[in-house]
């Protein structure tokens, strides 16, 4: 148990380093695509500029509304990073942090959490402007879920568990992105989406609009929320290298962490955002159909095997 503990608590010092390594990446990125330098005065090439930012964010005052409702404002974005962290404790690793049988379970479970911080940071800040991105939020977030939960169940039903561990053994020689490429993109848009990422954060809109759901967060909160949306980001990563480029951990393992993680910002910097119809459509009309259809697909191959034998 003590091990365990001391495990799950290096992770999530591992994982916070790699949040801040991770805004440091994305702005270097952007610099580049934008043809400018991007953070480069802090230490060897920028490098210490994360922790310049987390000193000031933290030191600027901590202001709250008169009008919002304390205790939920102040602990949604505690609950938000504490939801993003505690996901990180179904990694495949030797030591097993939590009980991996049920991995893929408790992922789902999680993600749907992950709803009620950004519903109640929007309401409890009592302001139109927060509520409003807040609604817009969750009702992205729930639309693609569905999406996300039909594709999971697809590889769960091919693999006959509900473990990330036996994803490993069934992509020894071939990646599952190969044999459902469509899926996989699908795969790919939906976390896009559920991370609020361009070209779907309409729950924030940093370009047009103040903020969305964390208009009235500052210091320590606005923080909190920026890192838990980071800590999502290098989660789907994770995911998504599990369930489709062969999940073995290791070196090579968080090198296509890294690499998924440089798709979601290189999608930032290169598309416009979409209309929040178009949004909303293709959830409905486009990826849950497919969706549907490859889960009825793979219920059939498994059936058809399962006869033959």
Known sequence: MLIMLMGHLMLIVCVLVGVAFVTLLERKILGYIQIRKGPNKLGVMGLLQPFSDAVKLFMKEQTSPEVSNFMPYYLSPVFSLFISLILWGVLPTDFGLLSLEVGVLFFLCCLSMGVYPLMVAGW???????LLGSLRGVAQTISYEVS???ILLSYIILVGSFSFMLLNSFQEFIWLFWLTIPLSLIWFSSC???????PFDF???ESELVSGFNTEYSSGGFVLIFMAEYASILFMSMVTVLLFFGGEVGGLFFLKVTLVSFAFIWVRGTLPRMRYDKLMYLAWKSFLPVSLNYLIFFIGLKAV?????
Do not use: D, I, M, P
């Open 148 to 150: 996300l939960a039909l």
């Open 305 to 309: 095997v399962f006869f033959c034998n």
């Open 124 to 130: 409890a800040s009592n302001c139109k402007y927060s």
């Open 192 to 198: 896009l989406a559920e991370t609020s990422r361009t």
């Open 203 to 205: 729950a924030e809109g």
